[in-house]
């Protein structure tokens, strides 16, 4: 996923998670585990960055949904540089992280 920061003082970035278990049902896979903790970290020292629905909800149908929210506190000043955003999950004590899951430009 990329994103072009811009000028913008925020850009929001959705994704579904799931396990590998595509016959699980319609949505091709079984959510995360819930109360599994997610985290994203940004290799630009300009930008903050959130995750929603961490830990993941106890109950869920498919796949989880989750939002990273990427902000720049300095817009309208567009970014001097770009970089990565590594979106990691924590289930039963294994940390499973996916590195540059998300390129921002400027």
Not at 49 to 66: E, L
Request: glycine share 10%.
């Amino acid at each position: 996923m990329t994103v072009v920061m811009g000028t913008s003082d925020r850009k929001m970035v959705e994704f579904c998670a799931r396990d590998a278990n595509t016959g699980a049902d319609a949505n091709g896979g079984n959510p995360i585990a819930s109360g599994s903790a997610l985290e994203a970290k940004a290799t630009i020292s300009t930008v903050t960055v959130a995750i929603d629905n961490s830990p993941t909800p106890a109950v869920s149908n498919g796949p989880t949904r989750h939002v990273v929210t990427i902000v720049n506190p300095a817009a309208p000043t567009a970014l001097t540089a770009g970089g990565t955003v590594d979106v990691s999950f924590t289930m039963g004590g294994t940390k499973f992280t996916i590195l540059n899951a998300i390129t921002v430009n400027p």
